[in-house]
Structure formats: C-alpha cells, structure tokens
C-alpha cells in the first residue's frame, strides 16, 4: 500500500508540476504576445511620426515659399513674382496629393483636434483655398485684359491687382496661422515620441 501511496503521489506530484509549467508557460506567452504587440505598435508609430514629421516640415518650406512670394507680391506685382507664387501653389498641389497616404497613420495614434480648434485651422484652410482660386481667376482676367491691349495703367487693371493684395495680405496670415499649427503639432509629435 506504501508503494501505492507514493506512485499517487508521484503522479499528483507530475500533475501539478505539469499544470504549473502548463500555467507559467501560458503566462510568459500572454506575456511574450503582449511585448511583440507593444514592440509592433512602437515601430507602427515610429514609422507613422517619422513620415508625418517630414511631410510637416516639407509644408512647413512650401509655405514659407508662399510667403516670401507675396512678400514680393507686395512690394512689387509683377509676372515673375506671381510665377514664384504659382509655383509654391504646384508644389503645395503636389504635397497635398499624398497627405492622406502620409498623414492619416499619424491620426490612429495621435489626436491634434485641441491644436486645431485652438487655431480654427478649417477657416485658414478655406480662405487658402479660397485665395488661391481668386488670385487665379483675377490672374486670368489679367491676362485677358493685357491680350485686348490694356496695360497696367488701366484703371480695371490696378482695380484687379488692388483687390489681388488685399487677398494675399489675408493670405499670408492665413498661412501663418497654418505654419503655427504644424509647428504645434511637430511640437507635440516630438515631446510625445521622447517619452516612449
């Protein structure tokens, strides 16, 4: 009966070492599965932060090229510095082309809506985009005028380039105000990124 008594033992003895290890091998693979899906996300992130980061500061450029262009506006309105303006236009057309490819990873793990609230960026955005098809649009009647003969004496000419500056004054606040918000936003990006 003793021999009975320790082959039970034994094989409760086994039972429960089995269970344990069966339980410690569950625990550190929850454990493992949890790491791999911390160390996924991290690179997820990382990835997500590098892209948006080099997309804000190249708008961050394109903008600033849009400013040094109506600050030549300003002084002097002529057919080169309006070209310089038309071109910031075609590289912001082109930069925004890949904004949701490149930007809407960033949303998934970051929220900005307080920076954008505070800066009521949808306002600045629609007066960009509103300038930017009026200056367009009174460049056209421009042109229009010049092919009939008029030159820039005439008195509907200097009306179109008055209304023109009063557009890109505004405009150029506006982007300010958009510059404001990407440097907030990589601002918040960065101090967010150290801390992981």
Known sequence: MENYNLIIAGVIGSTITLFLTAIIDFIKEKYRTKIEMQKLVFQRK???????????????????????????????YNPTTYNRLEASFAQAGRLYANTSKVLNPIYLYYNFSDIESKYDIQHSWEYINFAVIELGRIDQIILELYNQGLTDENDQIKTLRTKAMDILKKFARAIDVQITIITEIMSKLREEYQKI
């Open 46 to 76: 990382t990835d997500a932060v590098e892209r948006a980061i080099s997309w804000y500061q190249e708008a961050i450029d394109c903008y600033r090229m849009m400013q040094t262009a109506c600050d030549a506006l300003e002084e002097e």
